[in-house]
Structures are given as C-alpha cells and as structure tokens.
C-alpha cells in the first residue's frame, strides 16, 4: 500500500481542529438585529364561523400586520401585493385571519387539495408559532385558497423539519374579487406552550407563484429561510387561555381480509383489531402519548428502488405515532447531501436513533407493536424525550421470525446562548438473546446566525459480544450566506459500532466531506440566480487506505424568474473493491480499484404549472465499464380535484461481469373531492425485480382529527410460476374517533 494512497489522519484532523477553533475569529462582525416586529392578538367571546369571510366583527376590531417584506425575488423589497394578518382567540381556539390582495385575482393559482401536499406550489401562506418564545422551535401550519393544509414540526431551526407530523386544526379559505381569504382555527389543546411568556414568536409567509415571490411579515432574507425561527417577529396579548384536561383519546378499529400464496402463512385471514392512541399534557411542557395495539394500516407503502451500490437505502419514516416531537431524538452527523453516482443524493452514515427500526423487519415486513409510550417536552431549562415501545415475536413464515423485543431511548438537550445547546442520548434494544445499547453526547454550537458548529461521540455495547474498537465521533462547520454556503466535515465510525435502534451506513471508516456553494444574482432580466457548487466526500479505513470517492462539480445552473431550473454537473466516482461485488443477481464487479468519472445534467420546470417536468441525465464510466442512467417525473395538475405523476427511473450498465438494463415505474393518481375526502392511486413496477405494487387509499375527515380509511394492496410477480401470480393482497377499513378534553 504506496504513500498515495493513504491520508496522515492526525495531520488532516489537527488541520480541522484549528480550522474550527479560528472560524469564529475570521467570520465578520453580525450587527445586531432590528427591533422585532409586533402583532397583538384579542380576545372575543365568540368563534369564528370557517367559510374563508371576514365578516365578523371581531375581524375589524384586531390590529392588523401588513408591510411584508420580499425574500426574493427582489430581496428587501416591499412586497408587490398587500398581505392584512389578524389574530383573535376564545379561551379554546386561536384564530388567525390572511386577507391575501391581489390586483390580478384571476391569476391567482390554488390547484392542490391534498393534505401535506407542497403548497407553495399555488399561492399560499405559512403561519408560523413559536410558542415558547425561545428562537428555535415552531410550529408551520400552511394553507391555501382551496383550503388545503398543510402542517410541520420545526426543531433548532430546521436540525430537523417534520412534514409528516399532524397537527388538529382547520381552515376555511374561498378566493375574493380581490384575491383570497383564508380563516385558520388552531385550537389551544394542538400546541405546546409556555403560558408565562409575555410573547410568542410569531411569523407569516406568503407565496404569490406566478412571480416565485417569498415574502415575510417579519423579514427574513437570503441568508436564512422559513426555519429561521429566531428572525420571527413577536404576537402579544395571549393570556387566560384554557388546554381543559389537555387530553387526546384516540381509539380505533381495523377490519384486514389478507390474501398470501402460501396457505399456511401467518399473515394472511381475515381479521378485525382495536386499538388506542391517547396523548396527555402534563402541565403546559410535557406530552405523554401512549399507544396499545398499535396500527399503521394507512401509511403508504415505501417506494420501489434499484439499488447500484454496495449499501442500504435509507426509506424515511411515515408513520404518524413516530412523528410528533421526532426532531428531539435526532443525533448523528449531519446530511451533507452529496450525490453519489447511480443513486442520487447519499442516505445518511448514521442515526443512533431510527424509529424504523421498530415494528419493522429488516425486510420491511410489518411486526405487531403490543404497546409505546412517550413522553417529550420541557423540564426547566431541558429539552427531555423518553420513548419506550414494546413489539411482539412474529412469524414470517419459513425460516424467517423476528423475536420479541423492548426498545427504548433517552434524550436531553440544553439550550446556552442564543442558538446553541448541548445534549445526550441513551439507547437500548432488549431481547431475549441479547441487549444492545449505546451512549452519546453532541454540541451545537451557533456563535453567529450564519455560523455552525456541530460535533458528538457515542459508544455502543453489545451483550453478546466482546467489542473494543466500538465508538463514533465526528464534527463539522457551516457557514449560511447569502450568496456563499460551505460546509465541512469529519466522521470517524468504529469497527464494532453496532447502534441496533438507529441506522448505519458503514462501519470501521472515517469520512471527510465538504461542499461550496456560490449563488450570484446578476442583475439580468428574468433570472433569478446562477448556481456553482463543489461538494465531495471520501471514505478510508481506520488505517488510512483509500475506499470511497464521491465528487461533483455543478458547473454552472441557472434559475429563472419563473423558478425552472437547469444544471450542468460533473461527477468523480472511485470505489477500491476488496472482494467482488454483485450489483444485481448474475452482474459482478471485480475487485481492484474502480475509477468513474460521468457528467450530468438535471433540469426542471415549475411544478405550479399545469403540466411540469424535472429530472437528471448521466452518463460515464462505472466501475469496470459503461453507466447511462437518469430519472423524469411528468407532473399533471388540470383544475384543483385531479393530480398526476409519472416517475420514470432507468439504468444501462455495461461492466466486465455482464451487463443489465434497470427500470422503475411509479404513477400516482390523486383525486380530492374537497380537502376532505381525498383519494390516491399509487401504482410502481420495477423491471429488474420483476414486481408490481398497487396501493389504493380513499381518506374521508369527517371532522377534525377523525378518519375513515379504505386500504387495498396488492403486489405480485408475473414471473413466478405457477397459475397465481400474486404475492400479497390485502383489504383494510380502519375508523377513528379522536375525543378531545
């Protein structure tokens, strides 16, 4: 092994260290803030009626915030249409007013009606809480004209963003003569506050889409986005307002009919199951939510994909009990959202804590959960999470069983400063064969609000084994500008580092990574900015040696002032094979060093357009041979009930071993009646695998926090012999009825 091939670690991490310690030195002097805008809510005796009308006359009596500000495209400008925001509320129910003026109210877009949908593909707006008043965490509830919603968790200014939590709340909205009107009901029991401050943070940010226009009531700039809490303004004169028992009972019926291959697989029959979700307040700070029989018969079914690489994919958690208040569990380094040829951008290296690894099987097979309970919050001055779940023994049939286990994690965080804090984390699967656990800490230090620095170490332990070399640690620094970003990074990962409750990518490595981004805005007419940005990562054993290249280099993008995009990128692959690798079933790579340079091209059209495409073309070598790869999406939106998409991912590979052609199919029908009762068909094919999935999902709110689910499922293999293809088909009505105290 020559010299060339190896990194003098304790050189590159002396040279990170003084790189850390003189950022804050050489970083220019932030002024200080202006005053914060502010915003007086007012008490009335009466609800407000949700039909998107302001006409009652507690609208006239609330003060009113105008003056937003443009993000872009003109940065610091007033905004081109007028925005009117008013906030009233009962001792139950907050409720907040947008009056959206615009001069051309026929174009204004409003074609979404799904709920968590992206909204700012119409015109929109987001109201934005931070109810603590502590300048990291806050609510988004975001809605249109057609009274869609939308709602998320904002944790530490977006160290995690939660698009999957939701939130008990409604709206009513109906376009004017003069734009469109929106009245949103968010009630007290919804929201985690601290009823001894004065004020709470408080937001408003409108998208008007012909124009790709961002404006705040409280201006937040370039530098910084939506999840800036701390550049919120201020809404006052909320006080004597009631949470009653502050309790959510929510029971459930499910009714399954499962149709499986083989007669004797435990999964298949006919089946009706109840269960409970039931969350408490305790005091204003903490919430225990409890859940017995626990069922996620409505979540989606996950994607299909082709994996090219050596690793696991990463599938994202959907499922609503691991949702709410999932930001505080969250410890590991940071995604540094590198694209690695073949794949896309990179799945995470690690989490200490992955909530899919509960009552999921490795093969992503459901396993009952008997029961969970969590408790997150605020103790003093601690942020506290505890989650404790319990999951049944399950036969997969054949050889395949997941055994009984408890898992459980502890997590605290203390804010200092301004936007920084410092935290720990417990971990623990408990099993009748073995216990696995780990033990971490982690500093987010923010000196300046463009500034970051983030580090942590965690330790792992593992009943049945002897380990030593069992630990990870790494750190990295960001830099948030307005028209530069950077970041870099290191991470150290053990041999025997084993976090069994969280996700690893990789083990026994160190990674360096960094990425540079230069966003000029030239003042050009119809153009937005253009885009340039180097990002890369490498992987060594703990020795030093090579393994893992990954470069890009966007050489130059363009956004217009209609937000279409297009990139032209170059990409550098190295892969040091010390085995032979099959990629697909019957293609081998062999081992040796492989070096891949490609060159791409991604590219897409705004999606508030009727008809929109997006995608990525690449092209290059790959390991051994040739790679032609890419992704299209066509995305239809014709009036406000109907939504289609097509997504079209394919592979052409060419390499010593053999060659191989991928292609994965996904379409998505929606139709929503009203924001309501709302329909999906979600129908995928993957080539390679030979497979099919169908996933049908009719969801009717028949009032706030209650559902109806109907359910169909389906996947089969053509090609398996035999007169029945089918491999799986189930039949699912699930009934909720959420009780609220």
């Not at 690449?618 to 066509?634: S, V």
């Not at 709110?701 to 007169?723: C, M, N």
């Amino acid at each position: 092994m020559g010299r060339a091939s190896r990194i003098n670690l304790t050189t590159s991490s002396l040279l990170f260290t003084l790189l850390i310690a003189l950022v804050p030195i050489l970083s220019a002097p932030v002024s200080a803030a202006d005053p914060a805008k502010t915003l007086q809510a007012i008490p009335i005796s009466e609800p407000i009626v949700l039909d998107g009308r302001l006409d009652e006359p507690a609208w006239a009596r609330a003060p009113t915030g105008t003056d937003f500000v443009q993000r872009e495209p003109d940065t610091g400008q007033p905004a081109s249409e007028r925005t009117e925001v008013r906030v009233v509320y009962t001792p139950q129910t907050l409720y907040i007013a947008i009056n959206a003026l615009d001069t051309e109210p026929d174009k204004v877009i409003a074609k979404e009606m799904q709920r968590d949908e992206p909204l700012w593909r119409d015109d929109a707006v987001d109201i934005l809480l931070d109810t603590f008043d502590d300048d990291r965490n806050a609510y988004l509830f975001e809605t249109n004209a057609n009274g869609a919603r939308t709602d998320a968790l904002i944790t530490d200014e977006g160290r995690d963003f939660n698009l999957q939590w939701d939130g008990v709340w409604d709206v009513g909205a109906r376009k004017t003569p003069e734009g469109w009107c929106a009245e949103i009901a968010i009630p007290f029991r919804t929201l985690r506050f601290d009823p001894a401050v004065e004020a709470w943070g408080f937001n408003v940010l409108r998208y008007i889409r012909r124009r790709a226009e961002q404006s705040f009531w409280a201006p937040i700039l370039l530098d910084a986005d939506v999840k800036r809490v701390s550049q919120y303004g201020r809404l006052s004169g909320i006080h004597g307002v009631e949470q009653g028992w502050n309790l959510n009972v929510l029971p459930f019926a499910v009714a399954t009919s499962a149709d499986t291959p083989e007669p004797d697989d435990p999964r298949g029959g006919e089946d009706i199951d109840f269960g409970l979700d039931v969350k408490k307040g305790l005091g204003r700070r903490l919430s225990l939510d409890l859940t017995v029989n626990t069922d996620f018969a409505e979540t989606e079914v996950d994607a299909l994909q082709v994996n090219l690489t050596r690793f696991s994919l990463f599938f994202p958690e959907t499922r609503e009990f691991f949702l709410e208040s999932a930001g505080i569990f969250d410890f590991g380094p940071r995604d540094t959202g590198i694209w690695t040829p073949g794949l896309g951008t990179d799945p995470p290296l690690l989490k200490v804590f992955f909530s899919r690894r509960i009552g999921l099987s490795p093969g992503g097979e459901e396993v009952p959960i008997e029961w969970g309970a969590r408790l997150t919050g605020r103790v003093g001055g601690w942020n506290v999470g505890a989650l404790d779940v319990q999951t049944d023994a399950v036969d997969l049939g054949g050889p395949a069983g997941v055994p009984r286990n408890n898992w459980a994690t502890l997590r605290a965080t203390r804010n200092f400063g301004e936007r920084s804090s410092a935290g720990a984390i417990f971990t623990q699967r408990y099993g009748s064969e073995n216990t696995n656990r780990v033990a971490g800490a982690d500093l987010d230090y923010k000196p300046t609000p463009n500034l970051g620095i983030y580090s942590y170490a965690a330790v792992s332990d593992n009943s049945g084994f002897g380990m030593t070399n069992d630990w990870a640690a790494g750190a990295a620094a960001t830099w948030d500008g307005r028209y530069w970003d950077w970041r870099f990074g290191f991470d150290r990962i053990g041999d025997d580092f084993d976090p069994e409750v969280g996700f690893l990518l990789r083990r026994g490595v160190h990674r360096y990574d960094g990425r540079l981004t230069y966003e000029p805005r030239p003042s050009v007419p119809r153009l937005m900015n253009l885009h340039f940005e180097y990002s890369g990562q490498m992987y060594t054993d703990l020795a030093g040696q090579m393994e893992t290249q990954s470069h890009r280099m966007d050489v130059f993008g363009v956004r217009t002032a209609s937000a279409d995009e297009a990139t032209l990128y170059g990409l550098y692959g190295f892969e040091r094979l010390f085995e032979p690798f099959e990629i697909v079933p019957g293609v081998v790579i062999p081992e040796g060093d492989h070096s891949f340079p490609a060159a791409g091209v991604r590219f897409l059209t705004h999606s508030s357009r009727p008809v929109s495409v997006e995608g990525r073309l690449e092209a290059g070598q790959f390991y051994d041979g040739n790679r032609r790869g890419g992704q299209f999406l066509l995305r239809l939106r014709p009036n406000r009930f109907l939504r289609s998409e097509t997504t079209w991912v394919f592979d052409d590979v060419e390499v010593s071993g053999g060659e191989f052609t991928s292609h994965v199919v996904r379409q998505r029908f929606a139709v929503a009646l009203t924001p309501r009762v709302l329909t999906s068909f979600f129908v995928q094919y993957n080539h390679l695998a030979e497979l099919w999935s169908v996933n049908f999902r009719l969801n009717w709110i028949y009032r706030p926090g209650s559902d109806i689910f109907l359910v169909y499922r389906q996947t089969w293999d053509p090609s398996r012999d035999g007169a029945s293809p089918r491999l799986d088909r189930r039949f699912i009505v699930k009934f909720t009825y959420l009780l609220q105290r």
